[in-house]
């Protein structure tokens, strides 16, 4: 088989993050004045880099230190309430598990910092199955622009043509789109038809097969 890969996004798609996002952006915002509604979170949160949250919730560009204090302060609070509530999404440990059996190359490429990461690396144990790691630290563009797929792409020396990605957000979806790439659309936070047009959709790993994957790889 020519190289192929699959690659995953890590909130909402390799865990059900999003939920412990909101509780730490709302400990944020509250200590700020701000109490956003649950509609402004799925339209402004998820799958958005923090930068662009903050310029959204807050009114105004946050750069220089003060994006660093603020987003090492959301993101600590986010790690100090998910620490003890690390699952996976249903199915997907065995599922990379099987892509590695039949010679699949993969990596993940989050928009999230690497700490974050590394947390849910630790508890779930899938490094040592990923090719190409990738956080935001390793990006200058993020989502919908397609650079950290197609460095993902680069380190595991396959072309994005050959490349299937499991997304669960608008930006991440057209990110993936914009590389060329296949996708898998993660139903984890929106529904059928608030993404972009995706190959497929899945609310978890039992609904999809290698053998799908392979059908969408059959003619790159």
Same mark, same amino acid.
């Given at each position: 088989?020519?190289?192929?890969?699959?690659?995953?996004?890590?909130?909402?798609?390799?865990?059900?993050?999003?939920?412990?996002?909101?509780?730490?952006?709302?400990?944020?915002?509250?200590?700020?004045?701000?109490?956003?509604?649950?509609?402004?979170?799925?339209?402004?949160?998820?799958?958005?880099?923090?930068?662009?949250?903050? !310029?959204?919730? &807050?009114? *105004? +560009? %946050?750069?220089?230190? @003060?994006?660093?204090?603020?987003?090492?302060? !959301?993101?600590? &609070?986010? *790690? +100090? %309430?998910?620490?003890? @509530?690390?699952?996976?999404?249903?199915?997907?440990?065995?599922? &990379?598990?099987?892509?590695?059996?039949?010679?699949?190359?993969?990596?993940?490429?989050?928009?999230?910092?690497?700490?974050?990461?590394?947390?849910?690396?630790?508890?779930?144990?899938?490094?040592?199955?990923?090719?190409?790691?990738?956080?935001?630290?390793?990006?200058?563009?993020?989502?919908?622009?397609?650079?950290?797929?197609?460095?993902?792409?680069?380190?595991?020396?396959?072309?994005?043509?050959?490349?299937?990605?499991?997304?669960?957000?608008?930006?991440?979806?057209?990110?993936?789109?914009?590389?060329?790439?296949?996708?898998?659309?993660?139903?984890?936070?929106?529904?059928?038809?608030?993404?972009?047009?995706?190959?497929?959709?899945?609310?978890?790993?039992?609904?999809?097969?290698?053998?799908?994957?392979?059908?969408?790889?059959?003619?790159?």
């Amino acid at each position: 088989m020519s190289k192929k890969a699959v690659i995953f996004d890590m909130d909402g798609v390799i865990c059900h993050t999003n939920p412990y996002h909101s509780k730490a952006f709302r400990v944020f915002f509250e200590k700020r004045g701000l109490n956003p509604t649950d509609q402004e979170f799925a339209e402004h949160m998820f799958g958005k880099s923090n930068s662009y949250i903050l !310029k959204h919730f &807050l009114g *105004r +560009e %946050i750069v220089g230190e @003060e994006f660093k204090q603020m987003e090492d302060e !959301k993101e600590g &609070l986010f *790690r +100090e %309430i998910y620490a003890n @509530e690390i699952e996976p999404i249903s199915g997907f440990l065995n599922w &990379l598990e099987l892509l590695k059996t039949n010679g699949f190359k993969t990596g993940v490429a989050t928009s999230a910092p690497r700490a974050n990461l590394d947390l849910i690396m630790g508890k779930l144990g899938f490094e040592s199955n990923m090719e190409s790691i990738m956080a935001s630290e390793d990006v200058s563009k993020h989502k919908p622009d397609p650079e950290v797929y197609l460095t993902t792409a680069a380190n595991l020396g396959v072309e994005p043509q050959n490349c299937v990605v499991f997304e669960d957000s608008f930006s991440g979806v057209s990110a993936a789109i914009n590389a060329g790439m296949k996708v898998v659309g993660v139903l984890s936070s929106h529904t059928k038809e608030e993404l972009p047009p995706c190959d497929h959709h899945i609310n978890t790993y039992a609904d999809v097969s290698l053998s799908q994957i392979q059908t969408f790889l059959k003619y790159a």
